[in-house]
């Protein structure tokens, strides 16, 4: 099943009436069984790119395709989005806490996810979500869907979360930043989860901003500059053979594993460009150390194979 | 138990306050001596000092406080100053069905006209239904209740009485539930309806900001990426993380209102309530009638207050229940 | 910089141009009260039942007989299109309604903007106390306020006003008149007091804890110099914001002390008081009862539109 495409995002550009340019043209491709890493910085657009594949961006001008198993996303009704988030595509957030209703225990929330999509009966529900909660691996799964969001650790309440996501088998999962929220050592333990559940169940989109955590789970890569995909690969060569010099950077700002302590991490100069002062040309020429007159016009894709790049300095 | 316990003593002394405040402001205001008010103007001095000794109102302060409160709260005897005799306590009691009955409605009304309004307001936001119904909210805010009773009065009992909308309504005044139900609904609706007025401007403002700033929430965005439809978001997601805010502040006003709020409401409908004694007693200036109506009222009001607040612990599951293991 | 600000706020918000343009309306309207009635030539306050009043080029009575079948007793004269004496008609004591609705005007708002006047002052000494001291000062304060504020507000209004309207009250040395206004306006600002100190307690605690003031306890300031530079200056916006609001409810309660005869006393009027006069005659002339009324309702809906626009005006700039 592996190799074929079931999300591909092309040339999505969404303009909002005062933030300015939010997204500049991201494309990017999930496919099945793959755990696509969508890194980037704050303000990237990221996380923009994962709601709007569930339809949930802020109003604004939408452009572009979005394609997800041969259907056309950009013409779905208020209806079919219904029908679609939640069944086909599903989401879990940064903050555990407050996404889910704090009012409701976890039980209901998530049989409510079930009953909307499917024709289950209420016990039905019920025993499916009892079950999910042990498949990810939560404790004494019964007691823990009678507690409040508030009365779990945020580490049970991730888990919920994504039980809840997994709940009507989606085909994808999109993940915004699920482990910032939590210890560290709890974060291993989430991307574990989720490293299983993109070789068994479902094909995963997971926004970081932190490539240690893209080099740890994922199997591809996709990099977010000022709402633009500046380049994608699998994830062993974008880390050993980085393309673009954002990239580069990114990659020299993660301080060695190994060996001695540098005095000082080096950095990038300048700021990402703001919403409203996106350049023509290419996003990073303003910071870019190797920039040439080629890069006042935007470069596109290049490259061979799976690994490639926007910039001029590819091959 | 300890948060039960000091919540509780806390209660207490708020109640001994509004005693001590309420004996004060009818009793020890400076300036104003009830011997002469009962004595009447232009009583000679010795009539006015046979009346203070009568009415024990040479005594300690403190000691007539005590009495005062023996008589209002535990033996119940306390008796009018005008009408000699008349026990004041069972007065105020056989009145309170009557605003019981008046608020319950009004309660209805204004729950039912708020979430109506304030859904409206939140989903349409900034449409122009939206502007209509915010014009609205703050007209109903702004007419004196009084005043609307008399325009209702007005339309409903003279103007408009014979035309199909109105002639169902009986004259003013009050019927029992026991002698008739539909007598007794009758008499209500309209002035339940005029008093719901300014709370519906009221709360569904609130409720309109509340709603929004929940459809804002996290855990709504949740909701929407699981695919839940507009209604069920409404009602059971931005509702349900809303209505807490809403449902204090309605605690406060209903319990006001039972405990005299709705004097005005009273008055002009002639329903004869605890308002509606009060306001006997302000003809009349019987002090005894007027505190124990105002006492009342305020302990009301402190005990109503102090449900709401457990109301709102058990329907808030991040209030107080640190220690809970289930 | 205060005025500029103003008219910025007026032209970004043309609700509360409106609001403001309406209020001013009123208050001259008030003001011009003896301009009409001198013009006019009648008396507000003196009672004519047997006078006369030209109307249409005809003599006719102010008291005429009533339109039942049988003409039992009197009624007042109606109100008429045109300009002139009792324009509005006349109450049960054959007074010009519209003379005494803009003698009323002068009452009511003179209440209303002392009253709230004298509230906030109140509230900001007992908030800014409670707020920036704190410990037993702030407990004892908002324990105080918690006990006016279960004490549901008219009747604890109607119960002052027994007490004391309409009787010769002597407080020590100073002597108040039965009718004086100062009575109901101390009554009607001190009900409202909780209501306006819990933000400006709120907002003090905010600001006392705030950087700049840190700094300025760290250079030594003191605890005077602290609130009368650098707390009350900021206050003083919320204090504003909220003025128009509290206005609106001390207009409100005015009336309704008015109306139960617990405010204004006769032969002075007030709106309020209008409406209870008008409460005999509302089957027969409405007019008496409506008038004071609608000006009750364009005075709090403007004054509500107003608050409702600045608070708007605050939270905007708290985004910013």
């Known amino acids: 099943m592996t190799g074929e495409a079931l999300l591909s995002v092309s040339d999505l550009r969404l303009q909002h009436r005062q933030a300015g340019i939010l997204l500049d043209g991201v494309s990017l491709t999930v496919k099945r069984g793959q755990i696509l890493g969508v890194v980037g910085e704050s303000g990237s657009g990221k996380s923009l790119t994962g709601l709007s594949v569930l339809g949930l961006q802020p109003q604004g001008q939408l452009s572009g395709t979005l394609r997800f198993d041969g259907e056309d996303l950009t013409r779905f009704s208020s209806r079919d989005w219904r029908r679609f988030r939640g069944r086909r595509a599903a989401m879990i957030f940064q903050d555990p806490m407050t996404a889910f209703l704090p009012v409701r225990r976890i039980g209901p929330q998530i049989v409510e996810q079930i009953r909307v999509h499917t024709a289950l009966s209420h016990q039905a529900a019920r025993e499916r979500v009892v079950s999910l909660l042990g498949r990810m691996g939560v404790p004494s799964p019964e007691q823990t869907a009678q507690r409040f969001p508030h009365e779990l650790s945020g580490g049970l309440r991730q888990r919920a979360m994504i039980a809840m996501a997994l709940s009507c088998d989606p085909e994808l999962l999109i993940a915004d930043e699920p482990t910032t929220a939590l210890d560290v050592t709890v974060q291993t333990q989430i991307l574990t989860l989720l490293k299983e559940i993109g070789a068994r169940e479902a094909s995963v989109m997971l926004i970081t901003h932190d490539m240690g955590v893209v080099a740890q789970s994922c199997t591809d890569v996709a990099v977010l500059y000022a709402g633009v995909v500046i380049e994608t690969g699998p994830v062993a060569e974008v880390l050993q053979a980085p393309l673009h010099p954002y990239t580069k950077a990114l990659l020299r700002a993660i301080p060695p594993m190994t060996g001695s302590r540098p005095e000082r991490l080096p950095v990038i100069d300048g700021v990402p460009p703001s919403p409203d002062t996106r350049p023509v040309g290419c996003v990073f020429a303003p910071r870019c150390p190797q920039v040439t007159p080629d890069c006042a016009i935007r470069p596109p894709m290049r490259g061979e194979g799976a690994h490639r790049a926007a910039c001029v300095l590819v091959p | ?326 | 910089m205060i005025f500029s600000a103003t008219g910025r706020f007026l032209y970004r918000r043309k609700s509360a141009a409106a609001a403001l343009g309406m209020l001013l309306l009123l208050i001259l309207c008030a003001l011009a009260a003896p301009l009409y009635a001198e013009n006019v030539g009648v008396d507000p306050m003196e009672s004519s039942l047997a006078g006369t009043v030209l109307r249409d080029g005809k003599r006719v009575d102010i008291m005429q007989p009533n339109d039942n079948p049988l003409h039992l007793g009197l009624s007042p004269i109606g109100p008429s299109w045109r300009w002139g004496a009792y324009a509005l008609g006349a109450d049960s004591q054959g007074r010009d309604i519209a003379a005494r609705l803009l003698y009323g005007a002068r009452a009511s708002l003179l209440i209303a903007f002392s009253a709230a006047c004298l509230c906030l002052v109140m509230a900001t000494f007992c908030g800014l106390l409670a707020g920036y001291c704190g410990g037993w000062i702030d407990i004892i304060i908002s324990r105080a306020l918690d006990i006016l504020w279960a004490v549901p507000v008219y009747l604890f209004a109607i119960s002052l006003s027994v007490v004391t309207v309409g009787h010769d009250l002597s407080f020590g040395p100073f002597h108040v008149q039965p009718d004086s206004l100062l009575l109901p306006i101390g009554i009607i600002a001190l009900i409202y007091v909780p209501y306006a100190a819990r933000p400006i307690r709120a907002r003090t605690r905010s600001l006392s804890s705030a950087g700049f003031v840190l700094a300025a306890r760290g250079l030594g300031a003191s605890s005077l110099r602290i609130v009368f530079r650098e707390i009350l200056p900021l206050l003083a916006e919320t204090v504003l914001v909220l003025s128009p609001l509290i206005m609106a409810l001390c207009l409100l309660a005015e009336s309704a002390l008015s109306f139960l005869s617990l405010g204004v006393q006769a032969p002075a009027a007030s709106w309020g008081s209008l409406i209870h006069d008008g409460e005999g005659l509302i089957y027969s002339r409405p007019v008496v009862a409506i008038a004071p009324g609608v000006a009750i309702i364009l005075t709090v809906l403007a004054l509500n539109a107003l608050g409702d626009a600045a608070q708007a005006e605050l939270r905007a700039r708290g985004r910013r």
């Open chain 2, 1 to 326: 138990m300890k948060g039960v316990a000091s919540r509780l003593g806390q209660m207490v002394l708020v109640l001994f306050g509004i005693s001590v405040l309420v004996f004060a402001v009818f009793f020890a205001t400076p300036g104003s001596d009830p011997s002469v008010r009962i004595a009447g103007r232009g009583a000679s001095p010795e009539v006015i000092e046979r009346v203070r000794h009568a009415y024990g109102f040479d005594r300690p302060l403190p000691m007539r406080y005590l009495t005062m409160m023996d008589h209002l709260f535990i033996s119940r005897n306390l008796t009018s100053y005008v009408n000699h005799g008349q026990n004041v306590v069972s007065e105020v009691f056989a009145a309170a069905p009557v605003t019981l009955s008046l608020v319950l409605w009004a309660a209805l009304f204004w729950v039912a006209g708020a979430l109506v309004f304030g859904l409206i307001g939140a989903a349409f936001q900034g449409e122009w239904i939206d502007r209509l119904v915010s014009l609205l909210a703050l007209i109903g805010l702004s007419i004196p209740v009084f005043w609307l009773g008399e325009m209702v009065n007005l339309v409903s009992e003279s103007r408009f009485h014979d035309s199909w909308l109105f002639s169902w309504v009986p004259p003013l005044g009050y019927v029992p539930f026991m002698t008739s139900p539909l007598g007794w609904a009758k008499a209500l609706i309209l002035p339940a309806m005029t008093l719901a007025v300014a709370f519906i401007g009221l709360y569904s403002r609130v409720l309109r900001t509340d709603l929004l700033t929940a459809m804002q929430d996290d855990a709504l965005r949740t909701a929407r990426a699981k695919g839940v439809g507009p209604w069920r978001l409404w009602f059971c997601h931005a509702l349900r993380l809303s209505g807490l805010s809403a449902l204090s502040l309605f605690g406060l006003d209903f319990a006001q209102l039972l405990g005299g709020g709705a004097l005005l409401i009273e008055v002009v409908f002639a329903l004869p309530g605890v308002g509606h004694l009060t306001y006997q007693g302000l003809s009349t200036l019987d002090l005894p009638l007027i505190m124990a109506t105002v006492l009342y009222a305020a302990f009301f009001v402190v005990i109503a207050n102090a449900l709401i607040d457990g109301l709102y612990r058990l329907l808030d599951p991040r209030m107080g229940r640190g220690s809970h293991d289930g």
